[in-house]
């Protein structure tokens, strides 16, 4: 093709290599930093909202020991809330509590957020109680046998897996899961016993009693989930809930999407940080890129002057090559994201949302950058004295 | 005969540090259209000044210059590039091709800035200049691809595609060999012949100088005959 822009390009391949790298770094910073902040963050509230269970309940301050242990509440206050508790003659102090009315199942759950076993983010994993978690929430088994109590010796190291795990993943010997294959959490091998649906919560289940002695916390949970009655009555089932229970807060499921918005405020902070940083390199980039190409094209600048080219048409010029380059830029930055996107949700147990709107963001990050990076050379080029470039050596 | 090129009192007048170099010291030329004049003069005299000065590449200190009819001193740098893009077609005499661009995308380029990139030029005008410079067979043919010669035609084809009322030529032969700078001095010649084109050319070689209707001789600075 005979065209000054595109000949240019042409004529230093490297130099046009690296600065599509560069442009596409700030794309794949945008588009996959994003997607995989949206993909977690949607994952996870879909796997919240599958609970069935309206209410829950959990202390109202989550220690910094958490992190470590994330038992602390007691698991018996399941059963409590169900039926209440009186003090007796072998425990005379132990604090009379009511029913909680218009409960209808309560289940005591441990969670736990350990390193993805792929060395790439992270994973939830739940402790269960299976009889009563089956009562509060619908989960189904579609495959093998629910977990046991997990107190004898041989069905303590067993887990249950959601249907999206069981497809997606490997076991120890990288081989595709089926029943009985082993898989490493908590440091342990498990034997998976069963397929459950719908994914809700953790996508791994062991039983709880096996997480406790694992974390070393005996006889308590994480949260409690409660079913009520009626869903009319999980409003109140709250409100006895906190009056009974101080230092505890009950949380309803339909408030979970909302407080999981709160907990993205952060993440949305990172993410202007990530646009940001895409924003600089890219810009950059092609700064230097164009004012290296302005220094080494000064001649020519000098003879596209003296033909009368004006400071406009100089401008547009370099403009016009740093928006092809940006462009090629994005288009091979969006390549890679979506090839990454693939590899990294097959290899690990991320999900990676690429949506529109942040592919817009990406493409005008891209290509804006690069033309606004090339504003200063270009302005420098369009001034150079006609005379002193044209006897530019 | 209507002048294409005057100027009056042509003054220049470089500052080096604390020390003025006068260039010009006066200079009053006149070309009427269609002439073909030479300038001729020792290195130093102020022929290349001269030249950027009519180009409308350097203001000049003080004076007039009129490129057929527009007085070139009053302009500002924006208006002399104007001018400079109707009006003026420059032959240096390192050819100053776009090397990455074959003969014709060179014209091309000439053509696009000529109409601000609003057309795609006239191919018709193209292929008769290439045809008139004998290149019409090396329109795919980039600079390096080609002769001394052959480049220094196709800068000529590039300065007179968009018809400039003067064609100012620096040393147009300064980087040829004695065979390819007849060829490019006969052809310079043919222009001003066939087509009335008025050519002002800076040479320090007689030879190319007698090709002209006149000589204007220059020293330190000023014309002397």
């Known amino acids: 093709m005979d065209n000054l822009i595109v000949e240019n390009i042409k004529q230093r391949p490297l130099r046009t290599a690296i600065s599509v790298v560069g442009v596409a770094l700030g794309v794949i910073l945008i588009v996959l930093m994003v997607g995989l902040a949206r993909g977690m963050v949607r994952d996870s509230a879909e796997r919240q909202g599958n609970v069935d269970a309206e209410i829950r309940f959990l202390p109202t301050e989550i220690s910094s020991a958490a992190a470590a242990n994330p038992l602390m509440m007691p698991a018996r206050f399941a059963e409590v809330i169900m039926n209440g508790v009186q003090p007796t003659a072998e425990d005379p102090d132990l604090q009379a509590k009511p029913p909680i009315a218009g409960v209808s199942a309560t289940t005591p759950v441990g969670e736990f957020i350990q390193n993805s076993e792929s ?23 579609v495959a093998g046998r629910p977990l046991t109590d997990g107190k004898a010796p041989d069905s303590a190291y067993e887990v249950i897996v959601d249907r999206y795990y069981f497809d997606n993943n490997k076991d120890v010997n990288r081989q595709p899961l089926q029943l009985g294959s082993k898989i490493k959490t908590l440091g342990h091998e498990f034997s998976v016993v069963g397929v459950y649906e719908p994914s809700m919560l953790a996508r791994i289940k062991m039983p709880l009693h096996t997480m406790q002695q694992l974390l070393g916390g005996a006889e308590n949970c994480t949260f409690i989930m409660i079913r009520t009655t009626q869903p009319a009555l999980a409003k109140s089932v709250k409100e006895a809930l906190e009056s009974n229970y101080p230092g505890y807060h009950a949380y309803l499921t339909s408030e979970i999407p909302a407080l999981f918005s709160q907990g993205i405020r952060p993440l949305e902070i990172f993410l202007d940080v990530v646009i940001w940083l895409a924003v600089v390199i890219s810009t950059l980039v092609i700064l230097l890129a164009m004012y290296t190409t302005i220094i080494e094209r000064t001649r020519e600048i000098g003879i596209l002057k003296s033909l009368g080219a004006s400071k406009t048409f100089v401008v547009m010029t370099i403009e016009k090559e740093a928006a092809l380059i940006s462009a090629l830029g994005v288009l091979f930055g969006f390549v890679v994201s979506v090839v990454g996107k693939y590899a990294l949700e097959a290899s690990t147990r991320l999900k990676i949302d690429i949506e529109p709107r942040w592919v817009l963001i990406a493409t005008v990050v891209g290509i804006g950058c690069g033309l606004l990076g090339a504003l200063y050379p270009a302005l420098r080029a369009a001034n150079l004295d006609v005379v002193e470039a044209i006897s530019y050596e | 005969m209507k002048p294409v090129l005057e100027t009056r009192d042509l003054q220049m007048i470089y500052h080096v540090g604390k020390v003025d ?30 030249l950027h000065v009519i180009g409308g590449m350097l203001q000049p200190t003080t004076g007039r210059v009129e490129i057929d009819g527009e007085d070139l001193t009053t302009m500002t ?9 109707r009006k003026i077609g420059f032959v240096f005499q390192r050819f100053n091709l776009f090397p990455t661009l074959s003969a014709e995308g060179n014209l091309k380029l000439a053509e696009r800035i000529y109409s601000n990139s609003k057309n795609g030029g006239d191919a018709a005008r193209r292929h008769e200049v290439l045809k008139l410079l004998k ?11 080609l002769s001394g010669g052959e480049q220094q035609r196709v800068a000529i084809a590039r300065a007179i595609v968009n018809r400039p009322a003067i064609l100012l030529a620096d040393e147009p032969t300064g980087n040829l060999d004695s065979e390819n700078s007849t060829i490019v001095l006969e052809m310079l010649r043919g222009l001003n012949k066939e087509f009335g084109q008025t050519i002002v050319m800076i040479t320090h070689n007689p030879e190319a100088a007698a090709l002209a209707d006149r000589i204007i001789e220059m020293r330190d600075g000023l014309v002397v005959s």
């Open chain 1, 119 to 141: 060395g790439i983010g992270f994973e939830y994993v739940d402790g269960i109680d299976f009889p009563s978690f089956s009562k509060t929430t619908r989960i189904t088994m």
């Open chain 2, 77 to 85: 740098d924006a208006q002399r590039t104007d001018l400079r893009r």
């Open chain 2, 135 to 145: 290149l019409e067979n090396k329109m795919k043919h980039k600079p390096l691809e």
């Open chain 2, 21 to 50: 170099v006068p260039a010009l010291r006066g200079v009053n030329i006149s070309v009427g259209a269609g002439e073909y004049v030479a300038i001729m003069g020792p290195s130093g005299c102020g022929k290349s000044t001269l």
